[in-house]
């Protein structure tokens, strides 16, 4: 047998089907799953960093390929379903994959480097594309090859690539996937600086299924890590279309990446508002965070007004930067949420006006207009008078002897 230093990925991967022939019958479990590497590394050898890196991804890939019926001269059945003790193997193998990427390769140590890499390329460049459901298995590996150790050692590589994805369709038949497949050329194309390209082929795809703000956001990632502030800016505009649809958490995601664009591009703040404000009221409390955020006082009390929100709905840290920057603007906020608490006539009501009653008497009192207090208390105690459980909160609360 050749030394596993010499060979090329294919040779090992029929090393590797050789050495976990003994499970084919066996559950495809977190047991096989480690049954399978631990034999795969008893008969490997020492290897340098780069090499051992290779070996370790390659045997988490044949692995994760067993798992999934996809493995070289294994019946593939795509669509086939996966229970669970397959599904808690197949999230244990790709755990370890994302921590063999962690690992930055010596690439200087190792003369096969390169080559190993584009056969590893070609082998999941072909799984991913070939891969049926909502689930892509192989797709996140691939991105991460490029990310973690193509993209900082050679940039040369892109343009092949994106030629040989092109030519996918016509070499993989009806078993090609258009979605990872449109994907894949948008990440390439992103790393190409060809973004309009990288835009459209996700517009393209958003034609017949949805974006996955999952496939998206590393991206955008991408971008603000590199600090590319006016690329980004252009990407979260291109991608409003894309979110429109999303669900809150995602959107909340989504408008970070406006934070920091605008940290450094504050002319970009502008165009954040208006998809922002188009989603309302779906998208009240982002819009809320960044009325907050970005010191729109006015505009944030207004939109209170306009909702009849309530103040005490709000902790008291969330009004705090209003209360220290501009006090007065929640007057109107709190005076009319007091009056609709107190047309409720029930003592539930009451307690609720009075404990804002006493957060105006503070307000007053720190833009130092104590005397508009007073008229105002006395006015309202009045103007209450047949009330009889209101009479006895205020007292209870101070506001009135």
């Not at 755990?95 to 480097?113: C, L």
């Not at 990407?235 to 920091?260: C, G, H, I, K």
């Not at 208390?377 to 007292?395: D, M």
Request: proline share 6%; with cysteine.
């Amino acid at each position: 047998m050749k030394p596993i230093d010499t060979m090329n990925i294919a040779e090992w991967h029929g090393l590797f089907e050789h050495r976990t022939a003994f499970l084919a019958e066996h559950t495809r479990n977190p047991s096989f799953a480690k049954e399978a590497l631990a034999s795969i590394n008893q008969i490997k050898p020492a290897l340098s960093p780069a090499s051992n890196g290779l070996f370790e991804l390659s045997a988490h890939l044949y692995v994760l390929a067993l798992l999934l019926n996809r493995a070289p001269n294994q019946t593939s059945q795509p669509g086939s379903f996966i229970g669970f003790h397959t599904h808690a193997a197949i999230s244990d193998v790709e755990k370890a994959i994302e921590r063999i990427f962690e690992n930055k390769p010596d690439i200087a140590d190792e003369p096969r480097y390169w080559q190993r890499i584009t056969e590893i390329l070609a082998y999941l460049r072909k799984l991913m594309l070939t891969e049926a459901g909502s689930k892509l298995y192989f797709y996140e590996p691939y991105i991460s090859l490029w990310r973690c150790w193509i993209s900082p050692y050679d940039s040369s590589l892109f343009a092949d690539e994106l030629q040989l994805l092109q030519q996918a369709p016509d070499e993989l038949g009806s078993s090609h996937s258009r979605y990872p497949w449109l994907l894949a050329k948008s990440w390439i194309c992103l790393y190409l600086r060809r973004d309009e390209e990288a835009l459209a082929h996700l517009k393209e795809m958003s034609g017949s299924i949805a974006v996955r703000p999952e496939d998206l956001f590393p991206m955008l990632t991408v971008l603000q890590e590199a600090e590319e502030w006016q690329r980004l800016r252009e990407w979260l505009v291109a991608a409003v279309p894309f979110m429109e649809s999303q669900r809150l958490n995602s959107l909340t995601s989504f408008y970070r990446y406006w934070d920091s664009v605008i940290a450094h591009i504050p002319g970009a703040e502008q165009q954040m508002w208006a998809p922002l404000i188009q989603m309302l009221p779906y998208t009240k409390a982002i819009y809320e965070e960044k009325l907050l955020l970005y010191a729109k006082w006015q505009q944030w009390i207004d939109y209170q007004l306009s909702t009849s929100s309530e103040p005490l709905d709000y902790r008291v840290s969330v009004l705090a930067p209003i209360e220290k920057h501009a006090p007065e603007l929640l007057l109107p906020f709190f005076h009319q949420a007091a009056e609709r608490y107190v047309l409720l006539k029930n003592r539930d009501g009451y307690k609720a006006a009075v404990k804002l009653l006493k957060r105006l008497a503070k307000l007053y009192k720190k833009m130092k207009d104590e005397e508009r207090w007073e008229s105002y208390i006395t006015a309202f105690a009045s103007r209450n008078s047949r009330l009889r459980a209101l009479q006895e909160e205020l007292r209870r609360g101070n506001l009135i002897p």
